[in-house]
């Protein structure tokens, strides 16, 4: 009898040992925190990934400012109707031709139809201050429609 009594209470207390290594807590608020097991700071693993949604006439991202040096994956999804682009660079050049404004773009996903995402991978080389740079799409009349977003980068 003694054996299975001793195998009963390891198995409780190793059911135990489980179950705090894998708990968090909740605070009076409802929030949850991560207990000494789990980490809040972003892995080293991979870039940072960046949400854009496009549509009629308008550009979201889940980030406008952006750091030196860290590497951004932007997933960018045409929410609209009509196709769209979704190119980075300076606002200087927003209304010169299309060949000036290649040349300056920092990025660019093209053409995505209705539905269509695509994707682009770009780390920043430099700071650029607020009103330097931003998103925008360059299909015709839409840029002159408002879609285009001011975004900053910090050292």
């Known amino acids: 009898m003694k054996p299975r009594f001793l195998f009963a209470s390891l198995l409780s ?3 135990l040992a489980l179950a705090a290594c894998g708990a968090t807590s909740t605070s009076s608020s409802g929030n ?15 870039p940072t990934t960046v949400q854009v949604t496009l549509s009629e006439f308008a550009i ?19 929410s609209g109707q009509v196709t769209h ?15 000036a404004r ?3 773009k ?5 053409e995505l139809e209705p539905g269509q995402s695509g994707t682009a991978d ?15 799409c360059h299909v015709p009349g839409h840029y002159e429609s408002g879609m285009r977003l001011d975004f900053t980068v910090t050292a």
């Open 122 to 136: 770009y780390t920043f080389t430099q700071p650029y201050p607020a009103g330097t740079l931003e998103f925008s």
């Open 13 to 15: 207390l190793l059911f």
């Open 102 to 104: 290649d040349a300056a």
């Open 60 to 78: 979201q991202t889940s980030l406008t400012t952006f750091k030196v040096g860290v590497p951004y994956h932007f997933v960018v999804t045409n």
């Open 106 to 110: 920092l990025f660019e996903v093209s």
């Open 32 to 46: 949850t925190t991560p207990t000494a097991s789990e980490s809040t700071t972003p892995t080293a693993a991979g």
């Open 85 to 99: 682009e979704f190119m980075a660079g300076p606002i200087a050049v927003a209304h010169a031709s299309e060949d």
